[in-house]
Structures are given as C-alpha cells and as structure tokens.
C-alpha cells in the first residue's frame, strides 16, 4: 500500500492557525476517473486556473509518475446542461489509438482528438501519447448544450444528451465531419440521460424522468434498438416509475454486463439496491428483475450531473460502493449472494470504474484529502494518489465523530461532529455547517476548510437533516413538503444537543451554508433563535421567485420540497426567508456570483437590504465572473478570510 502526491515533491507543513490560503489554494476537485486498457485517466477541475478542467492520463499503477495533460488550456472540459453539467469525456481505445471526445466550454461545442500510444515508453517519461490530428469541432455553435456523450465506434458516432428549447433530446454526431447541426436521434416526454450501448452495440438503455419529478425521486429504465438510419426505435420500459404512480421508484446508473443484461440500482425496497434485467427484444411485457443483493444500505446517489458512478463490473464480478451510515465502502457481489468488502482505508468514496481486476475511485478518509484510489483485486492491494501533498500532521487533523440526535419529530438525525483542536474541555465556539442539495450528503472525507475552523478553536457540526441522502429513501423524505422546518429545526437541534453536553458555547453559535444550505441558514435566523451570526452562499431566499426564475432542471423541485405552485402559496409565503427578514436579528455576510442562474443576484441583494433596513449588520461580497458554486480558488480564499473575520467580529472572539 501506498500514498503518492499527483503533482508536486514539496512536503508543506501548517501554520498555526490554517491559512485559508493553504486550505484552498492548490487543490484540484478529481471527477470521472475511467481505467481504459492499460491506462488511467481522469478529471481535473483547478481552482488555480479560474476553476478550469482538463484530463490527464498515466499508465495504471504508476502514481509516482506524472500524468500527461490532454487537454491543456485554453480548453475547459465544462457542460451547461441542466445547470450541473457533467459527462463531458467520452473516450474509445482501439489497440494502440486513443479517441476523445468532449464539451468545451469556450462555446459549449463538441470536439474531438486523437492519440496514438508511443512504443517504448520509459518510466520517467512524461509524454504517454502523442496526438494525430488537432482538435476538431464536430457542432456548430447554436443555442443548445450537449453532455453525456458515448462513442459509437460501429457508426462512427458521439451519441449524447442535448439541451435545447427547455426539452431533452438524445442526438448524434459523425465523428470525421466539421461544424454539424445536431441529428436527432429520440425525443424522450422531458429529461433523458445516462445512455448505455449494448455489448453488440445494437441496443441501447438509458434513463428519463418527467417534471415535476428530479431523477433520484422517480425515474424509469428505458431500452430501444437501432433502425437503420442510426434512430433508437421499439422503446419499452424496464423499470421505474413516473410522477403519477403510487408507489414512487428511482433507477440510477444503468450498465451492460457482457452477458446481455442490464444492472441497474432501484430504489422500490427503500434503499439504492442492484437488481439485473435481460430486455427481450420480441417482448411487450416488461422482463422480470432479478435482486442480486437486498441490504439497508445506498448503492446509489442523486443524480445532480452526469457521469456519476457508484456501480462497475469487472469480468464476472460485480463492484459497488455502499453507504451505510454516512460511510462509504467498496463491495465484491459474487455468485449465490456473497458478498466481500475490499480492505481498504477510505470511506469517502465516489466514481467508482473497475476493468481486468482492476478498479479505480475518487477516495478520502478524515486523515487524507481526496485522490484516486487504484486496487488491484488479484492481489489485494492499493495505492492511492492525493490531489495534493498533505499540508497537516496527523495530530492536527479534527477527527468527525458521528454524532446522532432526537432531529424534527423526535426522529434519530445525523450528524459530523469536529472537536475543535487541542480542546480544554469548556464550551467552544460552533460552526453549524448546512449542506446543499439539500438532498446531499455530510461526508467524512479530509476537508481542510473544516480544519481551518477546528484549528483556530471553533467546533464544527456538519448536519445530515432530514432529506439527506446516503440513508434511505425515507429518510429523504423526510424533507418532503418540509423544507425550511425539518431542514431547519435538524441544524438549530444539532447545536442545541451540543450546547447541553458541554461542548459548544451558547452565545457562539454560526451556522452557514450555500444554495439549498444558505436557504437552510436563513430560515434557522428566521425561525430559530439559536445562531448568533451567519454566512449564506448565493442562497435561496425569494421562494415564489424561485418558482419563475430558476432553471428547468429545479423547475418542479419544489413540488417535492414544499408542494405544488400556486396551490402551496400559503407555504412558500411563510417559508421565505425574505419575507420574514424582520425576524432575523444577527448579523449575517453575503457571497453571490453575479452570473448566477439558478439564484438571481437580485435575491441576494433584496433580503440584504431588507436587513439593512433595521439595522442588521450587513455585508455583501459579489463576484463578477462567479456563476452558482464558486471555481476560482482565490474567490473560495477571499470568502473564508472575509466569514472568519466577519465571525470574529460580531461574535467578539
């Protein structure tokens, strides 16, 4: 076993107290490794580089060697599908040449490359690959944006998903000819992703939901063949359900197995559990699901972007990643219902792809940040690859102690519990942390913004309230027409349970969050009396302006979240922060990308005005080049400085 830094030989120890600047600054975010033939390639995404991402590719196994860069910049591997994007590299390996084909950002267009592998190489060498030709832009630069491509080597096309006039449509592009128009290949009844061809390539399987309805709340398993002219004809559905059904069911990640079927994870027993389905091509009748592993656990997570993974196949075997309790493991499914956990240290893991006994993952644990995971499962071994060199010793890492409390209706709540470092025992400070989503997770992966808080003394709770995912469907739904209640009174309970033990100090009490989190934070001000200060993130706060203003992708997620529009009206006027900004009466700091779709810069303004307006200690940070989430890793510096001293401040610390 062994821990290699990507990039870089300098070993870095920390100040006392963690600067922001060491926290943030170098660390690239790794996203959709794949193990193809002998290589290792995966995603970068650099805050250094104003949130820029590329993909680099090493041989498999060799951690101590630098990767080669394929896309170096001005590419920017970025999709605007959905707001989330995601799924932008689609690769094909054939002997020794290499085929890539991804959405650059620059004009949202399709391009593709290729590579031929060098003989002899060495080492030492840094240059795995050599190119063939120059990029090449397959699309024309129209209204429309395109993700979730695969290679159809057999027609000698990309097939992938493409946004265009608020519909999905799956559509095609030939991989040897200039600035194409899109060719339509199916119109699904709303949203469509995640396409799988079959073994013999004649086949094809993917996912759609239909609004009001997001894709980890009910979603259906679809398979089609190939007519002549290259267009998914015969559609049957496989499984899953539709906003109308009455016992609702979500299907994630579809994957052909060699032997013809499709494994999927469903989610009708109440948790992400792997069934197999063998379609039948002369069928009317929906085949019957074979369950090759029931268990009180996630395989599965919510589908916010494209090209997740938690489920891979490897020969005959069967991989997933399994979330039990907020900790993530690697599982081997074998024959007549065996079941093996790989040994191995991380248990914060994602993207999981597995080949030739092989498998690689996004992984960390509470003592290394993230890096790629690679196991050789014949040998039983591991080797993993941080994103960076560690910037802590061990002894001044907060370990998260799980942490369970009586949350909204006295059902049992989820938290992460940091102590602050070199604790006296008297009550801290708290930073109560509100996640987004807000069907998202508290993982327990090194986080080192976390660090900066427990290394100047603070505690942080990081909450999985109610509507949470990686605990079950009900669990989620918990939140279901309770958003801003359940979400809310789970954080101010986290922070209450802590002040009781000893453990946080009455009078110190942030809480901060972005997105659905800084909704979360505001209401806790509005509804609550338990915080002292806070910091929102481009956070919600105008509910019946989210009703028209958000993007298609959230357009019904409210539904769920508080009930149907203007049915609800009562609920989304009670509910929204800015509508009861009187009631807030603590200081609270403002960060908001001027480029936001999916919360308007005006929301931000409004509720701070209306803060301002009696009195309330205001400040406002807006960022030009920012959209929803921010890239650039000074912008992320520049908010952690100005909340710490902003905290400091009011808080008299």
């Known amino acids: 076993m062994k821990d290699n830094a990507m990039h870089g030989k300098q070993c870095l120890k920390p100040f006392k107290p963690l600067a922001a600047s060491l926290a943030l600054e170098a660390v690239p975010t790794l996203k959709e490794p794949r193990l193809i033939g002998q290589w290792l390639l995966w995603l970068e995404q650099r805050p250094n580089e104003g949130g820029r991402t590329s993909a680099f590719i090493r041989p498999w196994g060799l951690n101590e060697v630098a990767p080669q860069e394929l896309t170096p910049a001005p590419i920017n591997l970025r999709s605007r599908v959905h707001g989330y994007g995601g799924g932008v590299l689609s690769t094909y390996l054939d002997g020794d040449l290499l085929l890539l084909a991804w959405i650059d950002d620059c004009n949202g267009c399709l391009w593709t490359q290729s590579w031929k592998v060098l003989e002899n190489t060495k080492q030492g060498q840094q240059n795995w690959l050599r190119p063939i030709n120059s990029p090449t832009c397959l699309s024309t630069n129209e209204h429309f944006a395109l993700a979730d491509g695969l290679i159809d080597m057999r027609r000698n096309r990309w097939i992938g998903v493409m946004e265009k006039d608020g519909r999905d449509f799956f559509v095609s592009f030939f991989l040897n000819q200039k600035n194409q128009t899109p060719l339509v290949i199916f119109r699904p009844q709303d949203f469509c992703g995640y396409g799988v061809l079959s073994p013999d390539g004649d086949h094809f399987a993917w996912v759609e939901w239909q609004q009001p ?41 579809p994957i052909w197995l060699s032997n013809g079927e499709i494994l999927v994870a469903e989610d009708s027993s109440g948790w992400w559990n792997l069934v197999q389905i063998a379609p039948q091509v002369d069928s009317a009748i929906a085949p019957p699901c074979r369950r090759i592993w029931r268990i009180e656990a996630d395989l599965g997570m919510p589908q916010w972007v494209y090209g997740m993974a938690t489920a891979s196949f490897s020969g005959d075997k069967i991989l997933s990643l399994r979330c039990q309790e907020g900790r993530w493991s690697i599982v081997l499914l074998g024959n007549e219902g065996l079941v093996t956990e790989l040994d191995q240290p991380f248990d914060d ?47 001044h890492i907060s370990i998260p102690e799980s942490f369970w409390f009586k949350g909204f209706g006295g059902e049992l709540t989820h938290a992460w519990y940091y102590p602050p470092i070199n604790w006296d025992g008297k009550p801290a400070p708290l930073l109560v942390k509100s996640h987004s989503g807000p069907t998202a997770m508290a993982g327990i992966g090194l986080d080192l913004v976390i660090q900066f808080w427990t290394s100047r003394g603070w505690a942080v709770v990081d ?8 605990f079950g469907r009900n669990y989620r739904e918990r939140l279901k027409g309770g958003w801003g209640v359940v979400d809310v009174f789970d954080c101010a309970a986290a922070a209450q349970n802590l002040v009781s033990v000893g453990k946080a100090d009455q009078e110190c009490l942030a809480i901060e969050g972005g ?57 989304f006027l009670d509910r929204s922060p800015l509508l009861h900004a009187e009631e807030i009466n603590c200081p609270v700091i403002f960060f908001q990308g001027m480029k936001d779709q999916v919360v308007p810069p005006e929301q931000t303004e409004r509720i701070a005005q209306a803060l301002r307006s009696k009195n309330i200690p205001v400040e406002v940070h807006t960022f030009a080049d920012e959209g929803h989430g921010f890239r650039d890793s000074q912008v992320k510096i520049k908010v952690l400085e100005a909340t710490e001293k902003f905290f400091r401040k009011y808080l008299d610390l």
């Open 349 to 395: 893991l994602a993207y999981l792809c597995a080949d030739q006994d092989r498998l690689v993952a996004i992984a960390s644990n509470p003592l290394r940040e993230i890096g790629l995971l690679e196991f050789d499962m014949a040998a039983g071994t591991w080797q993993h690859t941080p994103a960076r060199q560690p910037v802590l010793d061990e002894e």
């Open 213 to 253: 309805s997001m894709p980890w709340e009910e979603s259906q398993l679809w398979w089609g063949s190939f007519n002549n002219e290259g267009e998914i004809q015969a559609q049957k559905l496989l499984l899953g359900s539709s906003p109308d059904a009455s016992r609702p069911t979500s299907v994630f990640q």
């Open 515 to 571: 997105s659905a989190g800084g909704f979360t934070t505001l209401a806790a001000l509005c509804f609550t009396d338990v915080f002292r200060v806070a910091a929102c993130r481009y956070a919600v706060s105008d509910l019946i302006s989210m009703t028209r203003e958000t993007h298609r992708f959230e357009a019904g997620y409210l539904d769920h979240l508080l009930g149907s529009w203007p049915e609800n009206r009562q609920k």
């Open 463 to 470: 909450v999985n309230y109610g509507g949470s995912t990686g």
